[in-house]
């Protein structure tokens, strides 16, 4: 019973931090744009960087980055993560942090972000090396399309199976794949301007 409850508190707490949308706090600290209503009109360190200029745009990727991380890092050290069922705990908290980068509270769940600096802090500390190599795909795919909503969605298809060689977990591999496919589904509209050979370059 209290482990339940433990669990049910630290997954409050990775939802209650992955909500906090950095690339408004950070906006609105330093300029007068409102970023949901400029360029892509995404909370993301991507469109802070190209309104709002690269300082702004990578303390975004900073915090995002570090509100998956803190959470998961919090509950693998209070709850461990040994066998399956402390996996799936810490896979649980991950998944509210991330879903609460895209759904954020503090946004009354709407204009959250495409999730996948948050996702890559929550695995960064499960699996630095699972994600370094997701990091890997990322530049080779930004090298080769100059488009970072293509490198992202290539290196998030490739963390489920970073996660897997890294960890050998199941729960783990599994909550990668749900992120994956929730970023997949955020971008539907960037991979709907790729198809049509318009999405813009970096």
């Given at each position: 019973?209290?482990?339940?409850?433990?669990?049910?508190?630290?997954?409050?707490?990775g939802?209650?931090?992955?909500?906090?949308p950095?690339?408004?706090?950070?906006?609105?600290?330093?300029?007068?744009?409102?970023?949901?209503r400029?360029g892509?009109?995404?909370i993301?360190?991507?469109?802070?960087?190209r309104?709002?200029?690269s300082?702004l745009g990578?303390l975004?990727?900073?915090?995002?980055?570090?509100?998956?991380?803190?959470?998961?890092?919090?509950?693998v050290?209070?709850?461990?993560?040994d066998?399956?069922?402390e996996?799936?705990?810490?896979?649980?908290?991950?998944?509210?942090?991330?879903l609460?980068?895209l759904?954020?509270?503090y946004?009354?769940?709407?204009?959250?972000?495409k999730?996948?600096?948050t996702a890559a802090?929550?695995?960064l500390?499960?699996?630095?090396a699972?994600?370094?190599?997701?990091?890997?795909?990322?530049?080779?795919f930004?090298?080769m399309?100059?488009?970072?909503?293509a490198a992202?969605?290539?290196?998030?298809?490739?963390l489920?199976?970073?996660?897997w060689?890294?960890l050998g977990?199941?729960?783990?591999?599994?909550?990668?794949?749900m992120?994956?496919?929730?970023?997949?589904?955020?971008?539907?509209?960037n991979i709907?301007?790729m198809m049509a050979?318009t999405?813009?370059k970096?």
């Amino acid at each position: 019973m209290m482990r339940i409850i433990i669990v049910g508190t630290l997954s409050i707490l990775g939802y209650l931090l992955g909500s906090i949308p950095w690339g408004i706090v950070w906006t609105r600290l330093f300029t007068s744009v409102d970023i949901r209503r400029e360029g892509s009109r995404n909370i993301g360190a991507t469109n802070v960087r190209r309104v709002a200029g690269s300082p702004l745009g990578a303390l975004t990727l900073a915090g995002d980055v570090l509100k998956g991380t803190v959470p998961v890092l919090l509950t693998v050290r209070i709850i461990g993560m040994d066998d399956p069922s402390e996996q799936w705990a810490v896979g649980l908290v991950a998944l509210c942090a991330f879903l609460g980068h895209l759904f954020p509270l503090y946004l009354k769940g709407r204009e959250g972000g495409k999730g996948v600096a948050t996702a890559a802090g929550c695995f960064l500390a499960l699996s630095p090396a699972a994600v370094f190599a997701a990091l890997l795909i990322f530049i080779l795919f930004a090298c080769m399309t100059s488009r970072v909503s293509a490198a992202s969605l290539a290196a998030s298809a490739f963390l489920p199976l970073a996660i897997w060689e890294a960890l050998g977990s199941v729960p783990l591999t599994i909550c990668a794949g749900m992120a994956a496919v929730l970023i997949f589904v955020r971008h539907k509209d960037n991979i709907q301007r790729m198809m049509a050979g318009t999405e813009p370059k970096f």
